[in-house]
């Protein structure tokens, strides 16, 4: 897909390498939290890690599902397939009412990863970080990206998504996530506004304590009112954002940093 002359892997990663080195320059003006998982070799090794991790994960992706997103949008619409290939719409509300599904899709995506054991195993390689930055939002494990991308373009078929819509949900769910999982001190002000319809870092950094009443909140990566409505939001962490523990309870050594230990980590007992 072409977009203002330029394809969508070209315009998809221009728009991540913009906001993930936005977002790094932002976490080391103003950071949130100063930890030595933060910082130094720790943070180096970490970060190592989480960017290897997207890179085996968008070549996984692209072997097994080479369409994508915006190639099942394509796909459905020269098949005629999807509810917004029968109707009479306009291709803005069409892609408006586009977004707006996926981000809930996305949103039970997440949730169902907490609840369903096998796809916790998956998941919990996410929230083995015991760090909190920028390339947290890029640390999914390869199958965790390959079966949320078959979940997104089953509602990107049905509905017939527009195509340009697609695009520009993923580059924003991208942008978002990298956004919601910074290390930046925003004010309170803006916080406090921000969330009343976005996911803020501290919002979102909630879901990522160790207390697991506080790790099954705020699913959100776009829409903050997806877990007021549906009673999963958590306003902020029990001991605080300074006071709280970030990770898991049973990974707390730098073995969870380790590139290996992370692939392996779905098919151990624990």
């Not at 890029?138 to 340009?164: D, Q, Y």
């Not at 999963?232 to 230990?261: C, N």
């Amino acid at each position: 897909m072409q977009f203002l002359g330029f394809s969508e892997p070209v315009l998809r990663f221009a728009a991540f390498s913009l906001v993930f080195l936005t977002m790094a320059l932002f976490e080391l003006l103003c950071p949130r939290l100063e930890r030595p998982e933060m910082f130094g070799a720790w943070k180096f090794k970490r970060w190592v890690s989480n960017l290897t991790m997207v890179i085996i994960s968008s070549i996984t992706l692209r072997l097994i599902f080479p369409l994508a997103a915006v190639g099942t949008a394509l796909a459905a619409e020269s098949a005629g397939f999807g509810l917004f290939n029968h109707i009479e719409i306009s291709p803005i509300l069409a892609g408006l009412i586009a977004f707006i599904l996926l981000d809930l899709a996305v949103w039970l995506e997440h949730l169902a990863s907490h609840k369903i054991p096998i796809l916790w195993r998956i998941h919990r390689m996410h929230h083995a970080d015991t760090g909190f930055d920028v390339t947290t939002a890029i640390r999914f494990h390869p199958l965790e990206i390959v079966l949320s991308m078959v979940w997104k373009a089953l509602i990107i078929a049905l509905l017939g998504a527009p195509a340009l819509a697609v695009l520009i949900f993923e580059i924003v769910l991208n942008g978002s996530a990298m956004f919601n999982h910074s290390n930046v001190r925003l004010p309170f002000w803006l916080d406090r506004g921000l969330r009343k319809i976005i996911v803020t870092p501290d919002m979102h950094r909630v879901h990522h304590s160790s207390d697991r009443p506080e790790t099954d909140s705020n699913y959100g990566f776009n829409f903050s009112f997806w877990d007021r409505w549906f009673g999963t939001y958590v306003a902020q962490p029990r001991l605080g954002h300074d006071g709280m523990e970030i990770g898991l309870h049973e990974y707390r050594d730098r073995k969870s940093a380790s590139l290996f230990w992370m692939l392996l980590l779905p098919f151990r007992a624990r």
